[in-house]
């Protein structure tokens, strides 16, 4: 089995899933500033979360003393990050023959958002500015020397990031000359000597993709014809020429993952393509002949589009494919793999594993193990000496037994749809007693879902007896391109049925307090939010509105530069509002112009720094709720994006939450 991203994208489109602290003159503060509520009423609410718990809100939601361990190539250091008193998260070295251990990265204001191995000396890591998605590439020296921030431009986002095997190069893609669009570019990682590699001229018909092979040499792209046409070049090897060979709708896939350099074909690559099918599945396709080699796999139910290949040491083969079902699964192909996989699983039966680290030879590989109820464990697997041993446990505080279970669950939508989530249900329920409920829809919408596995949200509900219900509604993705096309202009009308259906499933199996029953969620889930106590306004007692979207007119106007290109696609997602009957539509599942439907209490909670969900979608709501007497505390921080990053604010958004449904669930 496999752990899989929690947090996924479409093929063409990143909407699923900021600059100043609070200390500044109002002035210069993002939104409103006289809006957020006052610490001492954020205190009140914190405040009636009371009982004798066991486990409190920073068991869950502090940040593990340390986490992200990675081999370096030659397999003799250790990187980390470790975290100090102050809650910083810097980046460690650890030689592994002499122990000796360097502070290579230190974070300072912003939070690494990633880091990695460049070659056995060099380190690259990301960030960016109170959450403003402005992605900065830096690279560092294992001792902590030759720092350079590799894309020094202000406004500009690093896209994709590849570091060329071997060499001192990596290739980038970023917004460097237009916002709107991308653009490759290669850099010399210790010197920052940057070179363009390809332009994307045309703003109505970008590039959105660009194919690379292992050495760093373009091998095609993809074109968005008018936000609505995907079309693949590739480059025929002999000629130099980029032809047309493929061309579909947006919402169809043809995707190159990556050059079988195990094959003696240039040509040849494997592909996820659900063209000639349903549900995506992954292929083995000669891309100058344009056909289809053969199919290497699919599922009947999930859509099928991860692959893992060896390195040079073992000509690249392929090791295993990947894919989301109730569970990660994993299906092993080499026989390298093979063994792994039969040695991971006896020793770790039921749970969710994944290699996530090795040196170049395979020789050391780092291995996460997890499940619905442990965050995660890392062990050193030695592949020579077929040895297991415990590396680092990241949430020890937790422990297993007391954890709550997530479950898979599946019904029928009011329309004769199969509808898939999962209900995090605490030992109350189990026992037979009727217990608080909070709905949990998604973000994105579109291509996103939720996932089985250790949620700290769930559990942390669970552990004040409260049950968590996620729904996979119509539009998510992993279910095939009919599944997800369903909710296609049905955000806030048929995906919100589902949600219901989900709840009154969840009702009749006997587990939940029809009574007692809160709906939270982000970005689209705090959308969703708003639309649950607008639509069925008697089901829930409360809400959580977290990031969200509650004007679609205003949120289609404050796009980042770099969705511009995507506004068709987006039409034919939520409501073309050029179009006079689904801008009528829009209006009315727009919640703020149906507050008047509002009953319940709500509780709004915003990143200011936010390039997705801009703060005046939450400004909005919380005028406008308390225009009409409602008292709406609304949560501020003003060095936040599109979700809380940072430990401290974290846990005051999971205490305040707590508080909310505690004060609203004991009325």
């Known amino acids: 089995m496999t752990l899989n991203s929690k947090i996924l994208t479409t093929a063409h489109i990143v909407i699923t899933a900021i600059m100043i602290n609070a200390q500044s003159s109002a002035s210069k503060l993002p939104g409103d500033s006289t809006l957020p509520s006052s610490k001492s009423s954020l205190e009140k609410l914190i405040s009636y979360d009371k009982g004798n718990f066991k ?22 250091y250790l990187s980390y990050k470790e975290k100090d ?66 894309t020094p431009f202000d406004g500009v986002k690093v896209q994709a990031i590849i570091p060329i095997k071997d060499t001192d190069f990596v290739v980038v893609t970023m917004n460097k000359n237009n916002k709107q669009i991308f653009e490759p570019f290669k850099i010399n990682f210790i010197t920052g000597e940057t070179t363009q590699l390809y332009e994307n001229k045309d703003v109505n018909s970008p590039i959105d993709d660009y194919i690379f ?29 980029f032809n047309l060979i493929k061309s579909a709708d947006w919402s169809d896939t043809f995707g190159i993952i990556e050059f079988n350099e195990n094959s003696k074909n240039k040509d040849e690559a494997y592909v996820v393509t659900n063209l000639d099918s349903d549900k995506s599945r992954i292929v083995l396709y000669d891309l100058k002949k344009n056909a289809v080699i053969k199919e290497i796999y699919s599922n009947p139910v999930y859509d099928v589009s991860s692959i893992s290949t060896a390195g040079k040491n073992r000509n690249y083969e392929l090791d295993y494919i990947s894919y989301e079902g109730i569970k990660g699964e994993t299906v092993p192909v080499s026989q390298f793999y093979k063994e792994i996989d039969d040695r991971l699983k006896s020793q770790f039966k039921d749970k969710e594993f994944a290699i996530v680290s090795s040196d170049d030879n395979n020789d050391k590989l ?18 020579k000496k077929k040895e297991l041993k415990v590396l680092y446990n990241l949430m020890p505080q937790l422990k297993e037994e007391d954890m709550a279970e997530m479950r898979p669950i599946e019904f029928k939508s009011r329309d004769g749809m199969t509808i898939h989530g999962y209900i995090t249900l605490p030992k109350e329920a189990l026992e037979g007693k009727k217990v608080p409920l909070i709905v949990n829809p998604h973000g994105g919408p579109q291509g996103i879902r939720d996932s089985w596995g250790f949620n700290p949200e769930t559990q942390l509900f ?10 996979n509604f119509r539009i998510s993705g992993g279910y095939g391109k009919s599944f997800q096309k369903a909710g296609y202009k049905q955000i806030g009308r048929k995906a919100m049925d589902d949600v219901e259906d989900g709840v009154k499933y969840a009702i009749s199996q006997g587990w939940v307090d029809k009574d007692k029953i809160a709906i939270y969620g982000g970005s689209h889930g705090g959308y969703a939010t708003l639309m649950g106590l607008i639509k069925t306004p008697d089901l ?9 979207v509650s004007n679609i007119f205003t949120f289609f106007d404050s796009f980042p530069e770099y969705w511009k290109p995507y506004k068709e696609m987006v039409k034919q997602i939520w409501y073309d509002l050029d179009n006079p009957e689904e801008a ?16 319940k209490p709500l509780f709004v909670v915003q990143g200011a720094n936010d390039p997705r969900v801009n703060i005046n ?42 508080g909310f449904f505690a004060e609203n669930f004991n009325k």
């Open 617 to 658: 979608e939450s400004d909005q709501i919380v005028k406008a709720m308390r225009a009409k007497g409602f008292e709406v505390p609304y949560l501020v921080k003003y060095d936040e994006g599109h979700g809380f990053g940072k430990e401290p604010n974290r846990i005051e958004l999971y205490k305040s939450m707590l």
């Open 366 to 383: 780092l291995v996460i193990v997890a499940s619905d109820k442990l965050y995660g464990t890392y062990y050193e697997y030695d592949t």
């Open 55 to 76: 486990y409190k809100v920073e068991d869950y939601f502090a940040r593990p003393k340390a986490s992200a361990f990675k081999i370096s190539p030659d397999g003799k």
């Open 540 to 548: 829930y007692a409360c809400g959580v509105d977290y990031v969200g």
């Open 584 to 599: 009528k539509i829009a209006k009315e599942v727009s919640p703020v112009y149906q507050i008047d439907k509002i009953k």
């Open 462 to 471: 669970a552990s004040r007896g409260y049950a968590t219900l996620q729904v």
């Open 213 to 241: 092979d292992k050495d760093g040499n373009l091998r095609g792209y993809s074109i968005l014809e008018n936000g609505l046409t995907t079309k693949t070049y590739y480059k025929d090897l002999q000629t130099g020429k």
């Open 85 to 150: 008193q102050d809650k910083k998260n810097h980046v460690y070295v650890k030689d592994l023959s002499s122990g000796k251990i360097t502070k290579a990265i230190v974070e300072k204001d912003d939070l690494i958002k990633g880091y990695g191995w460049l070659n056995k000396k060099r380190l690259f890591y990301t960030q960016d500015k109170g959450g403003n998605e402005n992605i900065h590439l830096y690279a560092t020296d294992i001792d902590g020397k030759n720092q350079k921030d590799l």
